[in-house]
């Protein structure tokens, strides 16, 4: 379930956490998968997965609770959909980290060309050549 504030009536975006344990499970990911198509009831979502309906039910309460996915009932379908939100928590997350190990990578391939331009080439000895012929 999506939280709104009080205030203003807008989304509240759900904790990495609650995110994260949504995504954690196959089943809850192929869910998502095919609402990515568009929305969808829960007997479309149940079809291609090989676990029970109340199963896909108790799958879907967990990616409400994760404001992953929301849903309505009209008559006697429930309807589900994606809640975009909580992606893009989950993928500011994982953003964040990529920027983090991209630039420690970049620095250290500078250090690593900057070693070599300064070192030059190791020199060989005669040795390491007449070692190498014999192996």
Known sequence: MVQYS???GTPV???INVVF????DANRRAMIDRLLDGPASVSELAA???ISLPAVVQHLHVLEAGGVVRSHKVGRVRT???EPLALS????????RRATWEARLDRLAAFLDADTDESGPPPRSENTRSKRRSQ
Do not use: D
Request: aromatic share 4%.
């Open 13 to 15: 975006e759900p904790t």
């Open 80 to 82: 589900c959909e994606i």
């Open 89 to 96: 928590t989950a993928e500011r997350w994982i953003s964040e």
């Open 21 to 24: 344990h949504a995504l954690s």
């Open 48 to 50: 291609p997965l090989a």
């Open 6 to 8: 009080a205030a203003q």
